[in-house]
């Protein structure tokens, strides 16, 4: 996926709310501070959000 472009993100306080270290966090994902602040980012670069 990597090799596709695919950016494999996890939220650094969901990390730290289940105990996990972030040297835990498989090696080429991305630690975020806060999933909220990314997808809003996320939104005003032009991406929407589809929940189900």
Request: proline residues 0%; hydrophobic residues 60%.
């Given at each position: 996926m990597k090799a596709a472009g695919v950016v494999v993100a996890v939220c650094g306080q969901a990390l730290q709310a289940h105990?996990?270290?972030?040297?835990?966090?498989a090696p080429g994902?991305?630690?975020d501070v806060s999933a909220m602040t990314t997808m809003a980012n996320?939104?005003?670069?032009?991406?929407?959000?589809?929940p189900e």
């Open positions: 105990k996990y270290a972030v040297k835990d966090v994902v991305r630690v996320l939104q005003l670069r032009g991406w929407a959000l589809l």
